[in-house]
């Protein structure tokens, strides 16, 4: 079957860094995606990783790691709109996006 | 420009009606998507469409229905509703299939069958 795993919830500091691991398995690899959804509103585009390496996007980066079906969102000087679900997305050999459920990251004061 | 817009916002319907979700974007993109959301899983795709005319079937179709009579437009509809059609609804669009095709979401409907 497919998987994808994210943490279900993560708490960070205002100013911090903070890391948000995924990992999948699906039949077929051809991209993945990181999505920001803050409550009660769509799914936005945040990145896009096919090449093992890092891309980086302002505060945001994302990493991928082919051969260990790894990715992970690192989010820099934390700011309290940050506060969102974070959501990883595989697209498969179909061209379809297998999600993870999300990780929800909670930002302190 | 506006997207992609979704009517209704919110609906509470009884059991056994039936219902159409509204979705219709301006940006000429060839592909639409509809997803639901629930809580404590990832978004799940329902139905798809590649292009104006072709549907296809994602990984929860049971109990739902498409059309793709134009680009523009991408209604979803529950034929007899459940209780377990409670959900979010989204609908998406993207350029095309390709791996690079980044989709864009709609606001959402919040579906409750009773």
């Known amino acids: 079957g497919q998987n994808i795993d994210q943490p279900t919830e993560m708490t960070a500091t205002e100013g911090a860094i903070v890391q948000i691991n995924c990992t999948y398995q699906?039949?077929?690899?051809?991209?993945l995606f990181w999505y920001q959804q803050h409550a009660g509103e769509a799914p936005t585009f945040l990145s896009y990783?096919?090449l093992d390496g890092l891309e980086e996007k302002g505060r945001f980066s994302s990493f991928l790691s082919r051969s260990k079906g790894y990715s992970y969102l690192l989010l820099k000087e934390l700011q309290m709109k940050d506060s969102a679900s974070y959501l990883c997305a595989v697209m498969d050999s179909n061209y379809q996006l297998i999600w993870g459920a999300g990780t929800k990251l909670i930002i302190k004061p | 420009i506006a997207g992609i817009t979704q009517a209704p916002t919110s609906q509470i319907l009884a059991a056994g009606r039936r219902m159409t979700l509204r979705c219709t974007q301006d940006m000429r993109h060839n592909a639409m998507y509809w997803y639901r959301q629930d809580l404590g899983l990832g978004l799940r795709l329902i139905h798809y469409?590649?292009?104006?005319?072709?549907?296809g079937k994602g990984e929860v179709p049971d109990g739902y229905s498409v059309s793709r009579a134009n680009t523009d437009d991408f209604p979803l509809t529950l034929a007899s509703a459940v209780p377990s059609q409670t959900s979010v609804y989204f609908c998406?669009?993207?350029?095309?299939?390709?791996?690079?095709?980044?989709?864009?979401f709609g606001p959402g409907t919040r579906l409750t069958v009773l």
């Open positions: 469409s590649n292009t104006a005319g072709t549907t």
């Open positions: 699906t039949s077929g690899f051809n991209g």
């Open positions: 990783n096919v």
């Open positions: 998406a669009s993207g350029p095309g299939t390709q791996s690079t095709d980044t989709q864009y």
